[in-house]
């Protein structure tokens, strides 16, 4: 059975940051790419980044590029999620996800995921 454990969440001012980590067990977490979506109330859950399994090619969408920052430690089975210069609008619970299969690139997460972990709170105050 895989597990994914998340972990970093919590409340900050606009402008401050935030580490997010996800401990992956269950799988050879090497051999899969990892991915961040987030949610926020009301609205539909959206990709915010991914990358590859050996951590070199990282996809980002729009509007975190330039503050969000994905990288993995597959030594730890960890992947992470810098998040700096936060937003209000980066307000969302944020959920970590594997790929569904082994191998595949960063940007196939975008349309495929397999599991998912449970989602730490991210609120941005103003």
């Known amino acids: 059975q895989v597990q994914l454990v998340e972990s970093g969440g919590g409340l900050v001012q606009a402008g401050g940051s935030l580490r997010l980590s996800c401990v992956v067990s269950?799988?050879?977490?090497?051999?899969?790419?990892m991915g961040w979506f987030r949610q926020a109330p009301g609205k539909e859950r959206e990709f915010v980044a991914a990358i590859s399994p050996g951590g070199g090619s990282t996809d980002y969408t729009d509007s975190v590029k330039g503050r969000f920052t994905i990288s993995r430690d597959n030594a730890k089975n960890t992947v992470y999620l810098q998040m700096i210069s936060l937003k209000p609008e980066d307000t969302a619970v944020y959920y970590c996800?594997?790929?569904?299969?082994?191998?595949?690139?960063?940007?196939?997460?975008?349309?495929?995921?397999?599991?998912w972990g449970q989602g730490t709170q991210v609120t941005v105050s103003s």
């Open positions: 996800a594997a790929g569904s299969r082994p191998f595949t690139p960063a940007q196939d997460i975008r349309l495929r995921q397999g599991n």
């Open positions: 269950g799988r050879t977490f090497s051999s899969y790419a």
